[in-house]
């Protein structure tokens, strides 16, 4: 079964350092993996995505993330933090369902950027 | 802006009554999704519709059900409702009927907030 762990609710960093949401999946073949982001009081919006070709993804406002089969994780990062940077980021890894595919979400990381 | 619309922004009604949440999807977008997300339960995805025909159900309430017009909007009607089902809701779009295994973007709205006193 797909199911996906992102390991911590919040993660708090001062601005202009780095960030780390740490996110590590199950799965039982090759998953499709994402990051999306929330920001208060607004809809999710597509980070970045990881569907088997390079592992290393870079995606949208600076945001990258790493494919680590080895390790069964999907870390994303961003070299320095800014301060419209704080949202909620969702890891999400798709699962095949009858004919279909449907998205497993992660509880979410709250990022914090300390001014 | 996403490009995919949801109506009303925010609901505010009483436990027993039936609501209707409208969702647009993004021009040329067949696929509609349904997901709910509060503060006990996160995200959570309850339904699936393409080109008007149900495709995948998640933790959908037998008193939640859903239905995508020819016109592909979609509305997600919720019934006796109860205290619990204070949410957000959200509707997102996609291009593809089957994930390209798994690879499709969403593309969300902004989200109904619902509360029910």
């Known amino acids: 079964a797909q199911s996906v762990t992102q390991l911590d609710s919040h993660v708090s960093v001062s601005e202009g350092t780095p960030v780390l949401l740490r996110c590590n999946y199950s799965?039982?073949?090759?998953?499709?993996l994402f990051w999306y982001v929330q920001h208060p009081n607004k809809g999710l919006q597509l980070l970045l995505k990881?569907?088997?070709?390079a592992t290393l993804v870079k995606g949208i406002n600076g945001f990258e993330a790493e494919f680590k089969k080895s390790e069964t994780s999907f870390h994303l990062t961003k070299p320095s933090a800014h301060m419209s940077d704080a949202a909620e980021y969702f890891c999400?890894?798709?699962?095949?369902?009858?004919?279909?595919?449907?998205?497993?979400w992660g509880a979410g990381t709250k990022l914090i950027i300390k001014p | 802006d996403s490009g995919v619309t949801q109506t009303p922004k925010h609901l505010i009604t009483a436990t027993g009554q039936r609501v209707t949440l409208r969702c647009s999807p993004r021009?040329?977008?067949?696929?509609v999704y349904w997901y709910q997300q509060s503060l006990d339960q996160g995200l959570q995805f309850l339904i699936q519709y393409y080109n008007g025909e149900e495709r995948a159900k998640g933790n959908i309430l037998e008193r939640f059900s859903a239905q995508q017009f020819p016109d592909l909007h979609s509305e997600l009607n919720l019934s006796s409702l109860e205290l619990g089902d204070s949410a957000l809701y959200f509707c997102?779009?996609?291009?593809?009927?089957?994930?390209?295994?798994?690879?499709?973007?969403?593309?969300f709205g902004p989200g109904t907030r619902l509360t029910v006193l």
């Open positions: 021009s040329g977008d067949l696929s």
């Open positions: 990881y569907t088997s070709a």
């Open positions: 997102a779009s996609s291009g593809m009927p089957l994930l390209l295994a798994g690879t499709d973007t969403q593309y």
């Open positions: 999400v890894v798709s699962r095949p369902m009858d004919s279909n595919y449907q998205l497993i």
């Open positions: 799965s039982s073949y090759s998953p499709s």
